[in-house]
């Protein structure tokens, strides 16, 4: 199972740009969670500070009990193998077949045999539907075939996290659906914490467990799906709906008054409703629709009760439009549960970006994703 990634008041700047400020939130462990924002708000940075390659200036990244902004080198380079990453254009050695490529890690980082090392890279490439090509070249298969290379190279460390930046960028609808699959049946057989960043509204309403939304150089919200898919904020109606009008400018933010006078007129002409609302897969409307499935055949994802369990503990912290939403997806003994008060308060911000195991979980339980001696995963 993939371990909780704690993030507290993190601020990064380059000079004296501020890239964002005072970021807190909880990747719950084994869970798939989404990172939205506009272009140019720091979603890629984000992700290179979680594995330690840019420095932040105040804040804690805390993961097995290693805080990543503060730990020594010899740290950082222990607990970045507990990282997976797949990157924007797959980031692929183009003098290698993808043998080799998915091979790297392993041979850069281990000690284990050539016969060990083929095992686990041809399992990796069949995990991702690759089999069969280990002798190509990067140039000379498609991107969506780069792409699954890069999953498969994050995958043969076995990594307890594994980061996707933008890896929906440069392929078609229909690729990005077979992408989300397979990024939903991976999580399935390897239980592993997923955190993707995209633009792709289509991915975020339904792969992941958790959304979350930078903006205006701050994390505007981040919680379970349910909480952003209802959401009256106006910044995420107008990013989950890809329109124009709302608080997000083309190139600089817009001022008031214009804003007020946008929502006014996509009002008068139905709101969110109004057909021709949003490219990228933006649906329109307020509906939760319901989140992808492991493929027939694969086991069911064992992050999706532990979820259930959370978010009903958490169930009194929401509003109503979410509330409702999350006890349409919940089993009827957890909803007995919650009704019964039997859950005790969880502590959370307004915004729901706080998560803990709670007492008595299996989470807690077993201790998984909670803060413990070094190593002891």
């Not at 730990?71 to 797949?86: A, I, K, M, Q, T």
């Given at each position: ?285 307020e509906a939760v629709p319901p989140q992808l499935e492991p493929s027939p055949g694969l086991p069911e994802r064992k992050a999706v ?5 959370r978010v009903a503990r958490m169930l009194h912290t929401f509003d109503p439009a979410t509330a409702e939403a999350i006890r349409a ?49």
């Amino acid at each position: 199972m993939g371990v909780a990634v704690h993030v507290e008041g993190l601020t990064k700047s380059f000079g004296s740009q501020n890239i964002w400020s005072d970021v807190t939130l909880t990747l719950p462990p084994g869970e798939i969670s989404v990172m939205l924002g506009p272009s140019g708000t720091g979603k890629s940075v984000f992700l290179k500070s979680l594995v330690g390659l840019l420095k932040p200036e105040r804040g804690s990244i805390v993961m097995s009990d290693t805080d990543i902004v503060t730990c020594s080198e010899r740290e950082l380079y222990d607990v970045r193998r507990l990282f997976g990453v797949l990157f924007q254009d797959g980031a692929l050695f183009g003098s290698m077949n993808l043998y080799d490529n998915v091979a790297f890690p392993l041979r850069e980082h281990t000690k284990k045999s050539e016969a060990e090392v083929r095992r686990i890279v041809l399992e990796k490439m069949d995990m991702v539907g690759l089999t069969g090509t280990e002798g190509k070249l990067p140039g000379e298969i498609s991107g969506g075939m780069r792409k699954r290379a890069g999953i498969a190279r994050a995958l043969v460390l076995d990594p307890e996290v594994i980061l996707f930046d933008e890896p929906d960028s440069g392929l078609d609808p229909v690729r990005v659906a077979y992408l989300n699959q397979l990024i939903v049946d991976l999580n399935a057989q390897i239980d592993a914490t997923f955190l993707i960043v995209t633009h792709d509204i289509g991915t975020a309403r339904t792969v992941p467990d958790n959304l979350g939304l930078l903006f205006r150089r701050h994390l505007a919200m981040f919680g379970p799906r349910e909480q952003l898919l209802t959401s009256q904020e106006p910044v995420v109606r107008q990013f989950l709906n890809g329109r124009r009008e709302g608080p997000i400018g083309m190139s600089e933010e817009k001022d008031v008054a214009q804003v007020e006078a946008e929502m006014a007129a996509l009002e008068a002409r139905g709101g969110d409703q109004h057909n021709g609302v949003g490219p990228k897969g933006a649906s329109g409307g307020e509906a939760v629709p319901p989140q992808l499935e492991p493929s027939p055949g694969l086991p069911e994802r064992k992050a999706v009760r532990r979820r259930q369990e959370r978010v009903a503990r958490m169930l009194h912290t929401f509003d109503p439009a979410t509330a409702e939403a999350i006890r349409a997806s919940l089993p009827q003994d957890l909803l007995a549960l919650a009704d019964a008060g039997v859950y005790e308060p969880t502590a959370a911000t307004p915004s729901g970006r706080h998560w803990r195991a709670e007492p008595g979980s299996e989470i807690a339980a077993t201790g998984a994703g909670v803060p413990g001696p070094r190593g002891e995963r």
